[in-house]
């Protein structure tokens, strides 16, 4: 599957994403914020704390200060 968003997400094959994060409206409206989006990470970056909290808190802020309904 990687290989596919590689392929999607890329410029020639010539860069591969850190990361990407897909918001779910219908999760959101269900369940609130907590399971709203999943972030998928690149596996070389799957045990950093550090991006990991950083990843964490920058979905947050998109979800605290942007409208849902409006996306």
Known sequence: MFKWIQG??????TEIPLFYVNFNFKYY????????????IHP??????????????LIDYIRDNYDMNEI
């Open 8 to 13: 999607k997400f890329t410029n020639n094959l």
């Open 29 to 40: 409206e269900e369940y609130g914020k907590r399971k709203s989006c999943v972030a998928h």
């Open 44 to 57: 070389i970056l799957k045990d950093d704390e550090i991006i990991i909290n950083k990843l964490n808190e």
